[in-house]
């Protein structure tokens, strides 16, 4: 199958480092294609811009929207943007790793997301209609395709626990699980999560490129987090608030994951 | 009163930038000062890196959070990163202002977040002990500063509201809000939010502008949102999760905030 991880990391001699390098081998080894967007090692312009159109719909008055529309239909994108966006296409499964900054992913790869996400390709797609909100939230352009988080963190994982002070860690991430990748149409896995990354010795990232190489080599078997479809009749629309009678009296990111039928 | 506001678009004649002009102008009526950290007309360097240091540690490796704690104590940072950290503390209160581009701030911001907030300026400062886990969450360099978020979004409010599909909007702004302002010790306002960007008329933006006017009225008293401080009795420090008889049997997020009392 062909794999594309999108790796965001400034020191190559890092953990980060080993690990992606590790995935790309262990990958590779099982058969796969790999392609690596390695953003730092590419420069990757990071911010959304007027330069990011080559020819502007209107010169005057900078629309992130219109004219992202405009650029991606007319074939107007800025060749970095089209170039990130034919490895989505050309991936059965994308990997996005990256430590978390400040409870999110680093700029750099925000804007990989606000920059390859364009309108028309990744969010404006579908129709609008009674029935229908756009091909979003379990369709769209990456319909089919896998993705699935690596992360790194220097907290301690009772930090990220249910109780724990940063919040849990499944609703740190849910903005980006199910509102950057459930959003274009992503099967999402689970997250491969490290912590404490300060006390890594040899033993221990023996053992957590282990448990990396297991997570790699059920890619394609796993079961995807449970997230809502828009349009499958869980929702009103165009309100977009869950129906009375689905999760009844549930609020929050929880509400919109499918709960395990004992 | 010192009031600074970072703010984060692309085109000034837009309805941010529209915002923006009038917050300032009506701070400066009220007889505030007034700096503005327009981050795109700065062009702010984006992307965390090994040239935010003037001097390596260790030229060979480079550890973002070594370089950081090295390159604050020693005066060692970019330039750009001393003066934005130099504004922070002539403020009273921080306005950050953005369109939610998915769900959480543009990369330019967040590139800010990323390269402002040094190590020993918004983290790893203070002790850790058996009682207290360094100067954070309540405590901290921005401490006895408020801060607030001005946020625009093209979706529906509905869509964002307790049910909606895109998760309740304080939930999604909870890393920012706890994460990244109470964390280095803000108080931290309820943010002011415009939704359905694309309808706004003249008649709309007066309404808004009026209630933006309003919030800036009461910055300096408004009640902040009531995040529980890490040290000061609710946690249990190393784990830093809730104490047992603290909000018992809540999990998530809004476990952290202390309940209005009827």
Same mark, same amino acid.
């Given at each position: ?102 409870? &999110? ?17 990744? +969010? ?25 988080? @690596?992360?790194? &963190? ?6 990220? &626990? ?37 006390? @890594?010795?040899?033993?221990? +990232? ?14 394609? &078997? ?41």
């Amino acid at each position: 199958m062909n794999i594309l991880i999108v790796y965001a990391h400034p020191e190559a001699k890092s953990l980060n480092g080993a690990l992606k390098d590790f995935s790309v081998a262990h990958l590779q080894q099982a058969g796969h294609q790999v392609q690596v967007s390695d953003l730092y090692a590419m420069h990757w312009k990071t911010t959304l811009d007027a330069d990011d159109t080559q020819q502007r719909l209107d010169p005057l008055h900078f629309d992130a929207s219109k004219e992202s529309r405009h650029a991606f239909a007319n074939g107007q994108q800025s060749a970095d943007i089209a170039a990130e966006q034919a490895k989505l296409l050309w991936a059965d499964a994308v990997i996005f790793q990256f430590p978390l900054w400040w409870f &999110s992913m680093p700029a750099i790869m925000k804007g990989w997301f606000d920059r390859v996400y364009a309108y028309g390709f990744a +969010y404006g797609v579908g129709e609008h209609s009674d029935t229908r909100w756009g091909n979003r939230y379990g369709e769209g352009s990456m319909q089919g395709k896998r993705a699935m988080l @690596v992360v790194t &963190s220097g907290g301690w994982e009772s930090h990220y &626990s249910e109780r724990g002070i940063n919040g849990p860690m499944a609703d740190l991430l849910f903005p980006i699980h199910h509102g950057m990748l459930h959003y274009p149409g992503f099967d999402v896995l689970p997250p491969f999560l490290v912590h404490r990354t300060s006390r @890594v010795d040899e033993d221990r +990232y023996a053992t957590l490129a282990h448990a990396l190489g297991q997570r790699l080599d059920t890619l394609f &078997s796993e079961t995807p987090i449970a997230f809502r479809a828009q349009n499958g009749g869980d929702y009103q629309i165009p309100q977009l608030t869950l129906r009375d009678d689905v999760a009844p009296g549930q609020t929050g990111f929880h509400a919109h994951v499918i709960p395990h039928r004992p």
